[in-house]
Each structure stands twice: as structure tokens, then as C-alpha cells.
């Protein structure tokens, strides 16, 4: 029984330092969150470039416009 207790209380302590420990950011945690917003920015923008949404897209449309009547 007190064999049972013991370790009952050990693997309670063992798991609340190991939560705790997971709370703190080291400098390869933040580098990979550095590393995942670049991706994300990057595919964000190529999105947009494909999708039709950039000045040059704008631009073009105008040209269109302003020759539909001078064809």
C-alpha cells in the first residue's frame, strides 16, 4: 500500500514538472515559429499573385477598359 502511494505521488510530480518544462519557448521553438509565419507570408503572396489581385492585374484591366471602344 504505501509502495502504491509513493508512487502514485512520484508520477504526479514527474508529470507537473514535465508540463512545466513544456512552457518555456527555447531559441529553436521560436526560430520554427519564425520559420512557419515566413511560410505562411510566402504563400499568402502567391495566392494573391494567382489570384489576380495584384497592380499589375489592376493596371491591365484599365488598358482593357479604356481600348474596348478603340478596336
Do not use: Y
Not at 512520484?10 to 508529470?15: G, N, P, Q, R, V
Not at 518544462?21 to 511560410?39: H, S, Y
Amino acid at each position: 500500500m504505501v509502495i502504491r502511494s509513493v508512487s502514485i505521488v512520484l508520477t504526479a510530480l514527474f508529470l507537473s514538472l514535465g508540463l512545466v518544462a513544456c512552457e518555456k519557448e527555447g531559441p529553436a521553438e521560436r526560430a520554427g515559429k519564425q520559420i512557419d509565419q515566413g511560410i505562411e507570408n510566402t504563400k499568402d503572396a502567391v495566392q494573391d499573385a494567382f489570384q489576380g489581385q495584384g497592380p499589375a492585374e489592376r493596371a491591365g484591366e484599365k488598358i482593357d477598359r479604356a481600348m474596348e471602344g478603340k478596336e
